[in-house]
């Protein structure tokens, strides 16, 4: 089995940046694409970011310039930097990672529990 563990969420001012991290962990032996997803009250989830294994990035539009997702290869993490936030930028962040498990070296898509990003004055 593999578990993500989600964490960084809270409540910030618009304007104010949040950090969120994402740990991988369980019968791993190698992780590819990681990414983040939000889902807001009453709407659908959305892609937010998502970063190959090669460090290659992608932005839903309204997030360019504002996030940044990195990894860390060493520490099965990934991370999404979060700057300059907006009310509309409240949801709940899940985080995913498409992970090669030991032993029968399957392909899977794992998802994180969610952390909560709350926006307001």
């Known amino acids: 089995q593999v578990q993500l563990v989600e964490s960084g969420g809270g409540l910030v001012q618009p304007g104010g940046s949040l950090r969120l991290s994402c740990a991988a962990s369980g019968s791993i032996f190698s992780i590819y694409a990681m990414g983040w997803y939000r889902q807001a009250p009453g709407k659908q989830r959305e892609l937010v970011a998502t970063?190959?294994?090669?460090?290659?990035?992608n932005y839903a539009d309204s997030v360019k310039g504002r996030f940044t997702i990195s990894r860390d290869n060493t520490k099965n993490t990934v991370y999404l930097q979060m700057n300059n936030l907006k009310s509309e930028d409240t949801a709940v962040y899940y985080c995913?990672?498409?992970?090669?498990?030991?032993?029968?070296?399957?392909?899977?898509?794992?998802w994180g529990q969610g952390t909560q990003v709350t926006i307001s004055s």
């Open positions: 970063i190959t294994s090669g460090s290659s990035t």
């Open positions: 995913n990672a498409d992970v090669q498990q030991v032993p029968n070296m399957v392909l899977i898509r794992s």
